[in-house]
C-alpha cells in the first residue's frame, strides 16, 4: 500500500465493521435468539479473516503504521479500544448463553436421573437389588455436545 494513512484508515473501517458483526451477535445472545447466529457466519468470518490479514500485515512490516500521520494512528487506536470493549462484551454474552445450556442440560438429566433411578446395589441373591416402583429401570447416559 502506498500511502499509509490510507491503508489504516481502511483498518480503521474494517474494525468497524466487525465491530458492528460483534455487536448484532452479542445482542440476538441477549435477546436469547441464538439460533438466528447462523446467518450472519459467513459474513463474520469474511470479516475476521480481514482483519487477521491486516493486522499480520502490519506486523509484518511496522513501518505502514509508523508511516501513518498522528491522527490516524490515534483513531486506530480508538478503534481498537471500542473494539476490544465489545469483544469482552460478546464474550460475556457468550459466556452466559454457554452457562444457561449447561444447566438447563444438568436440570434434564437430574431430573430423568431421578425418575429413572438405577439399581441401588446388590440384595441376599447377589443380584441387582431394584426398587419397587421402578424394576425396569436401566443406567442411562445423555450426552449433549452443543457449541454455542
Known amino acids: 500500500m502506498s500511502n499509509p494513512n ?3 484508515g481502511e483498518l480503521v473501517e474494517l474494525i468497524s465493521h466487525l465491530g458492528q458483526a460483534v455487536s448484532r451477535e452479542t445482542n440476538l445472545l441477549a435477546e436469547k435468539r441464538p439460533s ?3 446467518q ?3 459474513e463474520r468470518e469474511r470479516l475476521t479473516t480481514e482483519y487477521q490479514m491486516q493486522v499480520h500485515a502490519i506486523r ?7 508511516s501513518a500521520s498522528e ?4 483513531e486506530l487506536k480508538l478503534a481498537m479500544k471500542q473494539f476490544h470493549e ?3 462484551e460478546h464474550r460475556r454474552a457468550v459466556f452466559a448463553a454457554r452457562t444457561m445450556t449447561q444447566r438447563l442440560i444438568s436440570s434434564v438429566t ?4 431421578r425418575r429413572n433411578r438405577p439399581a441401588a446395589g446388590y440384595n441376599r441373591q447377589a443380584k441387582m437389588a431394584q426398587p419397587m416402583e421402578n424394576r425396569r429401570a436401566q ?7 452443543e457449541v454455542v
Not at 443406567?139 to 455436545?145: F, H, I
Open 110 to 113: 437430574d431430573e430423568f436421573s
Open 86 to 88: 465489545l469483544l469482552n
Open 60 to 66: 509484518s512490516n511496522p513501518t505502514l503504521l509508523q
Open 6 to 8: 490510507t491503508y489504516v
Open 139 to 145: 443406567p442411562v447416559s445423555l450426552a449433549l455436545n
Open 36 to 38: 438466528e447466529l447462523g
Open 71 to 74: 491522527e490516524t494512528r490515534l
Open 40 to 42: 450472519f457466519t459467513e
